[in-house]
């Protein structure tokens, strides 16, 4: 069964850390460009993150720049996001997603996804 799964998420005070996982089953990551998503509770899912299959380009949003970093270890067939200077709007169901392209976007084009992983900022 192709499929991507991530981990990692978890309650963690403002101005903490987490490191979410995105590891894939039934393929290789190899070809794929990845994407991080999060949809907050009554907002639309919106791209923070991606990086190109070799790993050589990476992009972020603006309101996670500075604070988030996207690698990837094609070995482990894994993608990692650190999230770091935690803010409570942070807040949401992370998800990974994978395209068969080189270049990564920011926007949905991807055609496979994770089931998520809940990330809760608070004291």
């Known amino acids: 069964q192709l499929q991507l799964v991530e981990s990692g998420g978890g309650l963690v005070q403002p101005g903490g850390s987490l490191r979410l996982s995105c590891a894939a089953s039934?393929?290789?990551?190899?070809?794929?460009?990845i994407g991080w998503f999060r949809q907050a509770p009554g907002k639309a899912r919106e791209g923070i993150s991606c990086?190109?299959?070799?790993?050589?380009?990476?992009a972020y949003v603006d309101s996670v720049k500075g604070r988030f970093t996207i690698s990837r270890d094609n070995a482990k067939n894994t993608v990692y996001l650190q999230m770091d200077s935690l803010k409570p709007e942070d807040t949401a169901i992370y998800y990974c997603?994978?395209?068969?392209?080189?270049?990564?976007?920011?926007?949905?084009?991807?055609?496979?996804w994770g089931q998520g992983t809940q990330v809760t900022v608070s004291s």
């Open positions: 039934g393929f290789t990551l190899d070809y794929y460009a």
């Open positions: 990086i190109s299959s070799s790993g050589g380009s990476t």
């Open positions: 997603a994978a395209r068969r392209f080189a270049l990564c976007v920011l926007s949905e084009e991807y055609g496979r």
